[in-house]
């Protein structure tokens, strides 16, 4: 990425993930990347969303190996949940998961957000960014259906501006973002996606967001793009 300090440095969460693992990827062959990590449950140090402590120590494993990150990827997220898929209409809520979907969709990137905004750096541009989902824009909403994933990720989007609203005098270059990856080949999307009109393949979407990142600046921190560069209503 051109517009961040060379070499820079990244860490992606949820690189066991369709998507966090093609941003890895991406970036290890990025010239200009100088340091990649990948977290994600099984790491170490790990990251579990459903553990704050575990988001804490890591933070402070980041922090020994350098005091700033340039690039801070959040690519977790649910759909399918305990074999139960997306609803369909208000009498298959079931509050159990709903609050499941809250914790790992909503709960767990802001705890992401609180432990590991503080490592970005506070003289250049740096990028605080998660995967969010088109669906989850309530003015975009003309369809129904899918309200437990649909509302924890419109919760996302509140996260993303709120912080990037915290961050404005601490962190003057800090671009705070929700991102839109397209629908994408990945473990989530597979029971979903047949009648999609375009299926991405991961690195294909990825690719396109890390140049969408490249391009954007403070001034749109706090803000919900897609992966083609068009900024979606919250
Ligand atoms: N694929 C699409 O079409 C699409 C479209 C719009 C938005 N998105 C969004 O993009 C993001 C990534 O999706 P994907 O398609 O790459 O899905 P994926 O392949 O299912 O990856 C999901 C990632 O989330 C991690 N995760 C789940 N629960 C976790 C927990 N408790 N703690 C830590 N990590 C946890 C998974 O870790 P494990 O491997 O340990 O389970 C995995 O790394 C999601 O937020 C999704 O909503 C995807």
Redesign the pocket.
Not at 186 to 189: A, D, E, H, P, V
């Given at each position: 990425m051109e517009s961040l300090q060379t070499p820079y440095r990244a860490v992606i969460?949820?690189?066991?993930?369709?998507?966090?693992a093609a941003f890895v990827q991406q970036l290890e062959q990025d010239p200009d990347c100088g340091q990649v990590v990948g977290l994600?449950?099984?790491s170490k140090p790990r990251?579990?969303?459903?553990d704050e402590v575990s988001i804490e120590h890591a933070a402070s494993w980041l922090r020994e190996q350098a005091p700033e990150w340039d690039l801070i990827l959040d690519?977790?997220?649910?759909?399918t949940i305990d074999g139960h898929g997306p609803e369909k209409r208000l009498r298959d809520l079931d509050p159990a998961i709903m609050a499941h979907a809250f914790a790992?969709?909503a709960i767990?990137p802001a705890l992401l957000f609180k432990h590991l905004a503080p490592l970005l750096p506070r003289t250049r541009k740096g990028v605080l960014a998660?995967?969010?989902?088109?669906v989850g824009s309530i003015e975009d909403n003309h369809l129904g259906g899918w309200i437990s994933?649909r509302a924890s990720?419109a919760a996302l989007n509140q996260i993303v501006r709120t912080t990037a609203l915290e961050l404005r005098f601490s962190h003057r270059q800090a671009v705070v973002l929700a991102l839109?990856?397209?629908?994408?080949a990945?473990?989530?999307?597979e029971p979903y996606?047949a009648r999609a009109p375009e299926v991405l393949e991961?690195e294909t979407a990825t690719g396109a967001l890390l140049k969408v990142l490249d391009r954007l600046d403070a001034t749109d921190s706090g803000t919900f793009y897609d992966f083609e560069g068009q900024r979606l209503p919250f």
């Open positions: 969460v949820g690189a066991t993930g369709g998507l966090g994600h449950r099984h990251v579990d969303l459903l690519a977790t997220g649910i759909l790992i969709n767990g998660t995967l969010s989902a088109r994933y990720k839109q990856p397209g629908t994408c990945t473990r989530l999307s996606r991961p």
